[in-house]
């Protein structure tokens, strides 16, 4: 049996890629892993750029390295996470904005494809500050979207899985 808890333990945010290129099966895993993610309404307010090209990788590292980011230098490939208008059912639109849910559903495909990816050797780190500029240019995506994160893909140098610091389950969970 498939133990989700396990791969969940071992998943955690690389910064220390080799610099290989991610197989585009791996690939394919993680975007369908996001595809398949839910939404509120399914709405699925995504589309997603797979970004494979050593040209292109390199230029989206460039748009990541804001703030720092040197290890992006080093990823196999990335993935960006763009935000679409949702369509909610009726009931549900009459009472929130199409886009009230979009935040989360974009959060849960990210987790989607960190977790696809962990499950094939691939490590992964998502990143939420960029040019968004640059980026939108470098990938073709329209001005007017929101690009929401990027997922960094890479092989890792240590596949040592470093200790989880996580506050108490007692701090943060509540049985009623």
């Not at 001005?143 to 997922?151: A, R, S």
């Amino acid at each position: 049996m498939f133990d989700f808890l396990e791969l969940a333990k071992k998943r955690q945010s690389c910064r220390a890629f080799t610099g290989e290129s991610i197989p585009r099966d791996d690939l394919e895993v993680c975007l369908e892993a996001a595809r398949l993610s839910p939404s509120a309404c399914n709405s699925q307010p995504w589309s997603f750029v797979a970004v494979h090209s050593p040209e292109k990788v390199a230029a989206v590292a460039g748009c990541g390295q804001v703030l720092g980011n040197p290890f992006l230098d080093k990823a196999g490939a990335f993935i960006v996470l763009v935000e679409e208008h949702a369509t909610l059912k009726p009931r549900v639109a009459e009472r929130y904005n199409s886009q009230v849910f979009a935040a989360g559903d974009l959060g849960g495909a990210a987790v989607s494809i960190c977790l696809a990816a962990e499950s094939r050797g691939v490590g992964s780190c998502i990143i939420g500050i960029f040019d968004r500029v640059a980026l939108a240019e470098v990938c073709g995506i329209p001005e007017q979207k929101n690009i929401y994160l990027i997922v960094a893909l890479g092989i890792p140098e240590n596949s040592e899985t470093r200790p989880k610091v996580r506050k108490p389950a007692e701090n943060v969970v509540k049985y009623i």
